[in-house]
């Protein structure tokens, strides 16, 4: 006998997201981004699968836009119909209605509240949702809540895709508030829209969570993408688990090599999912100003995208440069500079460029002298 229930809270698959942007540059990059989004939702049935868990809770935006709603039979159908009850919340991108037909398992809330009562091995559990009924909903879809139900109940759940006011003002669909969610009869808020995962509140036996999209889409969901698994145990502890799906990652990486044959092993430290099949790197990399970047580094090697690259040198011969005219100044304004301290100063920069490997560019390093030599000469104590 199971002592525990579990199922999954997951949301914003945006299935049909496009990728045009980089479908543009690299058609083959794009494919593998489209079977990544469809793996990390694959991911995500798996998990269910092997933690046995009693049902699944999407919560809104399940596809892009209603051109590509087809693709929830054609491609997800199986997923759906083999998986243990589902139930989804429409969200701004999937307002209702749905034109196809979804499997015997899967329940579609309506535009109103309505409620979905199951057994468990403690009790009733009541699944409380709502769906969007058009793109834009600018009210608090909370207002409708019904805060009473028929007869004992062990376990009470909330799904709803909305926008937490205090979490980001700046998306007004569906607006909400913590204090507002927490106002109501509610065990367990499942909600959906903010694409990172976030445990707004988790205290005396109440959780609100955004559980992110399983899939980061842009370079700015770099870090863990995936879905809840949540348990209750008999006296209604609420453990919720994050549990990575994604199989494209998003990297940011700013560090500092001696040379780029430690990118390799710096990239695989830097990557929070070890199983990603594809990995789009952002790089800010600080190297030896004697290093040279050959013309196929930005060349993928089939699992390492370079989308963005910066090479920073650091600038070492500043310091010893501005040293030396400095000193040169002191001299000239002392009277005793001749043609030779102009010399030594050059042969002594050039001097510096050889032993990196590097020639002097003059011009640059005169405007750099005139531009010392004025804050010297200005300069106001």
Not at 93 to 111: A, C, I, M, R
Request: aromatic share 10%; with cysteine; proline share 6%.
């Amino acid at each position: 006998m199971k002592k525990a229930i579990r199922f999954i809270h997951t949301a914003d698959w945006h299935i049909g997201y496009p990728f045009t942007g980089i479908g543009r540059s690299d058609s083959a990059l794009q494919e593998k981004l489209l079977s990544a989004s469809f793996n990390s939702i694959r991911n995500i049935f798996e998990l269910a699968r092997s933690e046995q868990v009693d049902f699944i809770l999407i919560a809104g935006d399940v596809f892009e836009d209603v051109q590509y709603s087809q693709l929830i039979p054609l491609k997800y159908g199986k997923l759906l119909a083999e998986a243990p009850p589902v139930f989804i919340a429409c969200g701004n991108h999937d307002p209702l209605p749905w034109d196809f037909k979804l499997p015997p398992n899967v329940h579609l809330f309506s535009e109103r509240f309505s409620t979905v009562e199951l057994d468990s091995v403690f009790g009733k559990i009541a699944i409380t949702g709502i769906s969007h009924p058009q793109k834009n909903i600018e009210s608090d879809l909370t207002t409708g809540f019904p805060e009473k139900i028929q007869g004992d109940v062990f376990l009470r759940i909330g799904l709803i895709h909305c926008n937490l006011t205090e979490i980001s003002p700046e998306y007004n669909y569906a607006p909400t508030t913590r204090k507002r969610l927490l106002e109501l009869p509610v065990d367990i808020w499942c909600l959906g829209h903010i694409h990172q995962k976030t445990m707004v509140y988790n205290e005396r036996n109440r959780v609100i969570l955004y559980p992110g999209t399983p899939q980061g889409k842009k370079s700015k969901y770099s870090g863990l993408c995936g879905c809840y698994l949540v348990e209750i145990d008999e006296n209604r502890k609420i453990d919720a688990r994050f549990i990575a799906t994604a199989d494209a990652e998003w990297l940011e990486i700013t560090a500092t090599l001696d040379d780029l044959s430690q990118l390799p092993e710096l990239i695989e430290k830097s990557s929070v999912i070890g199983l990603a099949s594809v990995r789009l790197c952002k790089l800010r990399l600080t190297l030896p100003a004697g290093v040279q970047i050959p013309p196929d580094f930005l060349t993928s090697d089939g699992k390492n995208y370079f989308y963005d690259l910066e090479i920073n040198h650091p600038r070492e011969f500043l310091t010893p440069l501005e040293d030396q005219i400095q000193t040169l100044l002191s001299e000239i304004c002392d009277g005793h500079s001749d043609l030779p301290s102009f010399q030594s100063v050059r042969n002594e920069i050039q001097s510096l460029y050889s032993e990196c490997g590097q020639t002097p560019d003059w011009p640059k390093l005169t405007q750099e002298a005139e531009k010392l030599a004025t804050e010297l000469l200005f300069h106001e104590d």
